[in-house]
Structure formats: structure tokens, C-alpha cells
């Protein structure tokens, strides 16, 4: 039996895009038809993050002329949250909650 799998692969992080991009080859390599939907958060993602030759893609590319729309506000703080995670005292932090 095939199945018609949708994969919603967001450009905002390339470990992210790359991980769902290898969970859309296994699906594909399976036999499966496989659609992936990549809207482009982060202009220096330029790699799908999938190889198999059977995948299709549907983009959406990243709206500048409104750089400042509530998508953009998630991803910025979601860029601040991983820049600061790995600061001394944030580490520091952590190791006391384990």
C-alpha cells in the first residue's frame, strides 16, 4: 500500500531542516509519495535537506517586504533563546537543574 505523505520542513534552523528532510527520504525510500512544504524563514537555508529524486516540494518564499510579521518575531526569539543557551551562566543553570 502507498500513502500520499504531506511534510511541513519550515527553513528556520538547518539541524531542523535537515532532520525532517531525512525523515521525508525514509518515508520515500519506503515507496511512499512524498510532498514537502518548506516556507523559507531564513534566507541562508538554501538546501532542502532531502535527496530523494521522487520528493516534490511546494515553497513558500519569506515575505521582505514585511520583515516584521508575527512569523519573523517567532523565529528572531527563537534565534535569541539558542544564541544565549549556550552562555556560561545560562549553562550554569542548567547543570544546577539537573
Aim: hydrophobic share 35%.
Amino acid at each position: 500500500m502507498c500513502y500520499k505523505v504531506l511534510v511541513y520542513n519550515p527553513k528556520f534552523g538547518p539541524s531542523h531542516v535537515t532532520f525532517t528532510g531525512k525523515i521525508a527520504d525514509t518515508i520515500a525510500a519506503a515507496g511512499h509519495e512524498v510532498v514537502v512544504y518548506q516556507p523559507e524563514f531564513k534566507d541562508d537555508i538554501t538546501f532542502t535537506g532531502s535527496k530523494h529524486k521522487s520528493i516534490r516540494y511546494i515553497t513558500k518564499p519569506r515575505n521582505v517586504s514585511d520583515p516584521e510579521n508575527e512569523l519573523s518575531q517567532i523565529v528572531k526569539g527563537m534565534q535569541e533563546v539558542q544564541d544565549r543557551m549556550w552562555e556560561e551562566q545560562s549553562m550554569k543553570k542548567m547543570i544546577k537543574v539537573c
